[in-house]
């Protein structure tokens, strides 16, 4: 064979394996597309798990991502569902997980779709004219109280609107009782006071004078004052927490004699 045949009859070659390469790639596209029709149009939802929510009813949530039973699994994105849920206040974030379960009649594959929630978490209530409604940490309305609810969280009777500094106080109060658990909630807490100085709890029907600043220090020191207080048999009027040194109780007129301040040292 002369060099000038054997060069043709070599690029023949080439020319047929690069056909056979689009060839191949072709055929690999029409057969990935039609069985990515294949899974979308025959793939059904089955059911709809939930996973982490306590506060958020299973039916709120479903309602909230749109899915149904019967519905196409693969037919909305992980990330449209993630994206209808963070709509909530309620939901801080989640994770959408599809699992294929098994084959139905018709060649119908069924499949179940896995929603873990992370929960936003009340730490509070804030009290106003209008209505009670549960809050989280950055004091974001979470959802208006029913009547019927039994509460069991502090109480902040502050309106953010008016006293936005002194409301911004009352939540780091609500968020050291609820991360710390000084004090048990059956007490019935309020936080009041319209200046940030002015911030007081009411603990079963005792005023604690709280201040700003060194909350969680001051709160820490609950325990000790409940103590003194029970270990000399006093009723107390208010509690003053506001200095570095000393703690101030302030007994009932008339039960303990003319009112007067007893100074607790801290040293």
């Known amino acids: 064979m002369t060099k000038g045949k054997l060069r043709i009859f070599k690029k023949k070659e080439r020319k047929k394996r690069a056909g056979l390469a689009v060839f191949v790639i072709l055929l690999f596209i029409f057969t990935g597309s039609g069985m990515y029709f294949f899974v ?92 009670k409604y549960f809050v989280n940490e ?26 936005r500094d002194a409301y911004i106080d009352a939540l780091r109060i609500a968020s050291v009782l609820h991360n710390r658990r000084l004090l048990p909630y059956e007490f ?22 709280i201040g700003t600043g060194d909350i969680g220090k001051k709160l820490e020191r609950l325990g000790f004052i409940m103590g003194e207080i029970k270990r000399r048999n006093i009723v107390i009027e208010y509690i003053d927490l506001r200095f570095t040194d000393k703690i101030i109780v302030s007994p009932v007129e008339g039960i303990e004699g003319e009112q007067r301040s007893l100074p607790i040292s801290l040293n």
Not at 200 to 206: P, S, T
Request: no cysteine.
């Open 40 to 131: 979308k149009q025959t793939f059904l939802v089955e059911d709809v798990i939930f996973i982490g929510n306590r506060y958020f009813k299973d039916e709120e949530i479903k309602e909230l991502s749109g899915i149904k039973k019967g519905d196409k699994l693969f037919s909305v994105s992980g990330r449209e569902i993630h994206e209808r849920l963070k709509r909530s206040p309620w939901i801080e974030d989640a994770v959408i997980k599809k699992r294929v379960s098994g084959l139905g009649e018709g060649f119908i594959v069924t499949g179940k779709i896995l929603i873990e929630v992370t929960e936003a978490t009340p730490i509070a209530i804030l009290s106003m004219s209008e209505g």
């Open 138 to 163: 950055d004091g974001d309305i979470l959802e208006q109280i029913n009547e019927k609810t039994v509460l069991s969280l502090p109480v902040i009777k502050i309106n953010p609107y008016e006293a």
């Open 188 to 209: 019935g807490i309020e936080i009041v006071g319209q200046r940030p100085e002015d911030i007081a709890l009411k603990v079963d029907g005792i005023l604690m004078k």
